[in-house]
C-alpha cells in the first residue's frame, strides 16, 4: 500500500489526488488536481486555499510560478525511478519560485532516490510500501556532507567549510 | 596532487557505507535487479558476460604510487591479477564478485579512492590531459578545475538522475590532449590578454551512435563562474533532454534539436539566474586547490645530452623509445615518460599487479611518486630526470612496458570487446593482436608515422572508433562478426570524425584490409606528410578501393 512520508517521518495521507479533471462543482476537498485542469478551473480554483496541483515531470511551470507558489501543495509525477527531470523541477520551484507549502513526488520512486529528492526541496514522498518508505527516511541521513548547495545546504561545501574555519568552528 | 580534506574522507566513506547498504538490500531481495542496476552502476559496477566488472575512478588520470600499489593489492586479492587502463583514464577490474565490491570500495576510500559515477545516466570521470601540469605546450593547469568540478559533480542532488551519460573533459595545453570536441562539455582554459584564466565551453560532442563535435558555447568565462555556468547546461539537459530513447538522449542531440544558439539562448537564460550566486568559487576556494597541484621542487640535473646520445647510438631500440615515448617537461632536466601497454600479444590497456608494482616503485624512484593514465590506456611517469631515462628504459623492458610505438599504428586504442563486454557485437582484442602481429616493424611503423587507429566493438564507442585516423567497429551481421572501417577522424586540435569506407569486412580480412590503405599512404604521401593529412588531401576514394581489392 502506497506510503506517505511527511518531513521524514511516516504520515498520514489527507490529500486525493486525481488522476483525471473533475468539473469545479464536485470537486473534493484537499484535491490534488492536474495542472491543465487546475488552470482551467480559473479563478474560481485560485481563490480556494485547499487545493493543490500535480505537475509532470517535463512541466515548465514558469509561466504560472506565482500562483502555483501560492499553493499548499504542489506534487511533482515521477514517472520511473531513474527520472531526474522532478529534481530539477522540485529545486526549482524552492528555491527560484519561493514556495513554501509541501512539495511531494510520487510515482515510481525508489527509496535510494529520497537523499536526492529531500535534498531539492522535497518534503513529501509517496512510497510503494511502509518498508520502502523507511528505507527512504533512512537513506536521508546515509550521508552528512555534500559538496553541492541545495534547498536544505544554501551554500556550498567551500563557502560553509570556509565560514565554519574563519569562526573557529570545528 | 590533491590530498583529501576530512570533509572529502567522509563523503567517501560513508557513500562506501551507503553502496554496501544498497548491496545489502539487493542480496536481501528487497530490491529488482533492474533498481538495483541504477544503484550499482552509479558506483562503477556493470554485470559482464563473464562476471561484474568493477571501473574504479582515477580522476582526471592522476595515481599516487601508493594509489597504484592499492590498485595492484586488489587486483591480487579480488580479481585475477590484473586491471584494464580505460579511455576515460579509470581502471577497471573484470573478476570481481558482486559480494566484494563493498570490501574493495572501502579497501580504496582508504586511500582517497573511490568508484562512484564511472557508469550510469550521471556525470562521469573529468578527464584531461594526461601531461597536465608536465607539459612544454601548457598555458594553464587544468587540475585545480578538474578537482573542483569532480567535487561539484560528486552525488549532485540533481544531475545524478540524466538522461544519459554526461562526460566532461578540460585542456590547458596548446595541444588538445583532452579530445574536449567529443565531450558532452569540453572546457579549454587559457589565460586571457589580462593574464586572468578563463574557460571556453564547448557542448554537444560526442561518439556512440550518432558522432558529433562540440560547438563553442561560451568564450572566455571567468573562472569563479565554473560551477554555476556548468549548472546552468545541465539544468537545461536534464530538463529537455530525451528520455524516450536512449541513443537519442545525450546532449549533442538536443543541441541539434534546440540548434546551438538556441541552446546557448537558454543555458545562458538559466546562468543569469544563477550567475554570482553562493556557487560561484571563492578566491580562496581556487587557491586552496591551486594549492594542492603546486609544482614540485625540481632540482638542478646533471647534463644528460652526451648520455643520451650515447646509449641512443648503442641501442636502436632506446633510440626507439626515446624518440616516440618520451616528451618534452617544462622544467629543464626532466622528461615526461609514456609506458605503452601495446606490446604485441597483451589485450591493449591490460596490466598485471606486477606491472602496476612496478610502475608505482619507479614513479617513487625516478618522480615525486605520482603516476597519469592516459586515455590512449597508457602509464604515463610525469617527472623523470633525463639521466635516469636509460635505466628506467631497462627496467620498463624487464616488465614489457617499454613498447616504443607511442603514436604510431600499433598504439592502438581498444576496447574490452566481446571477450568481456555484454553490450559488443564482436570481439576488438583479437583484432588487435592480428593487427600488431601483422605490423611489427619498428622502422616501418616510424616511418609511417603517427596513426591513431581506434577499435570499438559495438557503436558504444568505447574504443572512439570515429577519431582514429582508422577506426574499426565491431558490427552484427545476422550473428556474425563484422567489422566496418573508416578513416580521417582525429580526436586533436582540429577533430573531425571519420569517413566510412563502405561494406564491412570479416575479420580475418582487416589486416590485408589495414595493409592495403597503409600501401596506398605510402604511394600517395608527399614527403613526411603524415597519415591523417594525406587522408584528408586524396580523399577516401583511393583508400577504398585497395581495400576492397585486398579484402578479395
Same mark, same amino acid.
Given at each position: ?65 506565482? *500562483?502555483? #507558489?501560492?499553493? %499548499? @501543495?504542489? /506534487?511533482?509525477?515521477?514517472? !520511473?525511478?531513474?527520472?531526474?527531470? =522532478? ?61 553541492? *548547495?541545495? #534547498?536544505?545546504? %544554501? @551554500?556550498? /561545501?567551500?563557502?560553509?567549510? !570556509?565560514?565554519?574555519?574563519?569562526? =573557529?568552528?570545528? | ?408 599504428l ?29 605490423f611489427?616493424?619498428?622502422?616501418y611503423?616510424?616511418?609511417l608515422?603517427?596513426i ?62 589495414i595493409e592495403g590503405i597503409l600501401d596506398v599512404f605510402v ?8 597519415f ?21
Amino acid at each position: 500500500m502506497p506510503t506517505l512520508v511527511k518531513n521524514l517521518g511516516v504520515a498520514r495521507d489527507d490529500w486525493t489526488l486525481l488522476e483525471a479533471p473533475v468539473a469545479p462543482p464536485h470537486v473534493p476537498e484537499r484535491a490534488i488536481l492536474p495542472l491543465a485542469a487546475w488552470l482551467e478551473g480559473g479563478a474560481a480554483f485560485k481563490a480556494r486555499t485547499d487545493m493543490g496541483v500535480w505537475l509532470a515531470g517535463d512541466a515548465d511551470p514558469e509561466a504560472n510560478a506565482a *500562483a502555483l #507558489a501560492a499553493l %499548499p @501543495l504542489l /506534487a511533482i509525477h515521477i514517472p !520511473a525511478f531513474a527520472d531526474g527531470r =522532478g529534481l530539477s523541477l522540485g529545486a526549482l520551484l524552492r528555491t527560484r519560485y519561493g514556495f513554501g507549502g509541501e512539495l511531494r513526488a510520487f510515482g515510481d520512486i525508489l527509496p535510494d532516490l529520497a537523499p536526492y529528492l529531500h535534498r531539492c526541496g522535497f518534503d513529501a514522498f509517496v512510497l510503494a510500501d511502509d518498508r520502502a518508505a523507511h528505507a527512504a527516511i533512512e537513506a536521508v541521513g546515509a550521508i552528512t556532507g555534500h559538496y553541492q *548547495a541545495s #534547498a536544505t545546504a %544554501p @551554500l556550498p /561545501a567551500f563557502r560553509r567549510l !570556509a565560514r565554519d574555519a574563519a569562526e =573557529g568552528v570545528g | 596532487m590533491y590530498r583529501y580534506t576530512e570533509f572529502d574522507q567522509r563523503f567517501i566513506d560513508e557513500r562506501v557505507a551507503q553502496y554496501r547498504q544498497q548491496t545489502r538490500r539487493y542480496l536481501a531481495g528487497e530490491l529488482t535487479d533492474e533498481q538495483f542496476q541504477q544503484l550499482r552502476l552509479r558506483n562503477g559496477l556493470y554485470i559482464q558476460r563473464l562476471a561484474p566488472m568493477l571501473r574504479v575512478a582515477v580522476p582526471y588520470g592522476t595515481l599516487s604510487a601508493t594509489q597504484l600499489r592499492a590498485l595492484a593489492d586488489i587486483s591480487r586479492r579480488y580479481d585475477k591479477g590484473y586491471g584494464h587502463l580505460t579511455t576515460r583514464q579509470n581502471v577497471q577490474f573484470n573478476w570481481p564478485t558482486l559480494e566484494a565490491v563493498p570490501d574493495i570500495l572501502a579497501d580504496l576510500a582508504t586511500v582517497e579512492m573511490h568508484a562512484i559515477q564511472t557508469s550510469g545516466s550521471c556525470i562521469r570521470n573529468i578527464t584531461t590531459d594526461q601531461f597536465a601540469g608536465v607539459a612544454a605546450d601548457e598555458a594553464v593547469d587544468p587540475r585545480p578545475y578538474c578537482e573542483i568540478t569532480r567535487q561539484w559533480s560528486s552525488q549532485h542532488p540533481e544531475f545524478d538522475w540524466l538522461p544519459r551519460k554526461f562526460k566532461i573533459a578540460l585542456n590547458g595545453a596548446a595541444a588538445d590532449r583532452a579530445a574536449t570536441q567529443v565531450h558532452d562539455i569540453g572546457i579549454r582554459v587559457r589565460r586571457d590578454a589580462a593574464g586572468q584564466d578563463v574557460f571556453d565551453f564547448l557542448v554537444g560532442g560526442g561518439l556512440g551512435r550518432t558522432p558529433a563535435i562540440g560547438g563553442v558555447i561560451r568564450e572566455g568565462l571567468a573562472v569563479e563562474h565554473l560551477l554555476t555556468y556548468l549548472e546552468a547546461i545541465l539544468r537545461i539537459y536534464n530538463r529537455y533532454g530525451r528520455r524516450d530513447n536512449k541513443y537519442k538522449a545525450r546532449i549533442k542531440i538536443l543541441a541539434r534539436a534546440m540548434t546551438l544558439p538556441g541552446l546557448k539562448e537558454r543555458v545562458d537564460a538559466e546562468w543569469a539566474h544563477l550567475q554570482d550566486g553562493p556557487g560561484t568559487l571563492t578566491a580562496a576556494e581556487i587557491q586552496r586547490v591551486k594549492a594542492h597541484f603546486a609544482p614540485p621542487a625540481y632540482a638542478q640535473q646533471a647534463d644528460a645530452t652526451a648520455l643520451l646520445a650515447e646509449r641512443r647510438l648503442a641501442s636502436p631500440a632506446f633510440n626507439a623509445w626515446m624518440r616516440n615515448n618520451v616528451a618534452a617537461h617544462r622544467a629543464p632536466g626532466y622528461a615526461i615518460v609514456t609506458l605503452s601497454t601495446k606490446l604485441t600479444g597483451v589485450p591493449p590497456g591490460d596490466v598485471t599487479d606486477v606491472q602496476m608494482d612496478a610502475v608505482a616503485d619507479w614513479a617513487d624512484a625516478y618522480g615525486h611518486g605520482e603516476v597519469r593514465i592516459g586515455h590512449e590506456q597508457n602509464f604515463i611517469l610525469p617527472d623523470v630526470p633525463l639521466g635516469q631515462l636509460p635505466e628506467l628504459w631497462e627496467r620498463a623492458t624487464a616488465q614489457g612496458l617499454a613498447a616504443a610505438n607511442l603514436g604510431l599504428l600499433t598504439d592502438m586504442v581498444c576496447c574490452p570487446g566481446g571477450d568481456y563486454c555484454s553490450l559488443a557485437n564482436a570481439k576488438s582484442i583479437p583484432l588487435a593482436e592480428a593487427i600488431q602481429r601483422r605490423f611489427d616493424d619498428r622502422d616501418y611503423l616510424h616511418d609511417l608515422g603517427q596513426i591513431d587507429l581506434n577499435i570499438s566493438g559495438c557503436m558504444n564507442a568505447c574504443g572512439h572508433h570515429h577519431v582514429g585516423h582508422i577506426g574499426i567497429l565491431g558490427v552484427d551481421k545476422k550473428g556474425a562478426e563484422f567489422y566496418q572501417v573508416s578513416l580521417g577522424g582525429n580526436a586533436g586540435d582540429d577533430a573531425s570524425l571519420g569517413k566510412i569506407l563502405g561494406p564491412s569486412f570479416g575479420r580475418e580480412e582487416v589486416p590485408d584490409v589495414i595493409e592495403g590503405i597503409l600501401d596506398v599512404f605510402v604511394q600517395e604521401r608527399r614527403e613526411a606528410e603524415p597519415f591523417l593529412h594525406c587522408v584528408r588531401r586524396i580523399g577516401i576514394e583511393p583508400f577504398r578501393q585497395r581495400a576492397y581489392a585486398n579484402a578479395g
